[in-house]
């Protein structure tokens, strides 16, 4: 059985950082395309940053860009994601997903499985 679980959020002041982790069960992220997703109260679920198999492809949404990392921990199972210079309009529920694909993608309907989510919420 396959499970994500995400942990990491809270709240932070603006310009603040947080390091979200996501931590697997029943797979490898060796073999998992990674991503991370987020939603905002009343918004669409966005993409925020993908890791691919290897490791060695990396993908931001244009708003996170310079601010966040993306990088996993093969030994830990583990995929971080550290954010930086945190925004106001940063606050979601953050959520990894993870797909078998061979491909790179942000394409959310397309993620095998998902974790609950952490809560971010960035005070102004």
């Known amino acids: 059985q396959v499970q994500l679980v995400e942990s990491g959020g809270g709240l932070v002041q603006a310009g603040g950082s947080l390091r979200l982790s996501c931590s697997a069960s029943?797979?490898?992220?060796?073999?998992?395309?990674v991503g991370w997703f987020r939603q905002a109260p009343g918004k669409d679920r966005d993409f925020v940053a993908l890791l691919s198999r290897s490791g060695s492809i990396t993908d931001y949404s244009d708003s996170v860009k310079g601010r966040f990392t993306i990088s996993k921990d093969n030994a830990k199972n583990t995929v971080l994601l550290q954010m930086n210079s945190l925004k106001p309009e940063d606050t979601a529920v953050y959520y990894c997903?993870?797909?078998?694909?061979?491909?790179?993608?942000?394409?959310?309907?397309?993620?095998?499985?998902w974790g609950q989510g952490t809560q971010v919420t960035v005070s102004s």
């Open positions: 997903a993870a797909d078998r694909t061979l491909r790179v993608h942000r394409t959310s309907n397309e993620y095998d499985y």
């Open positions: 029943g797979l490898s992220f060796s073999n998992y395309l």
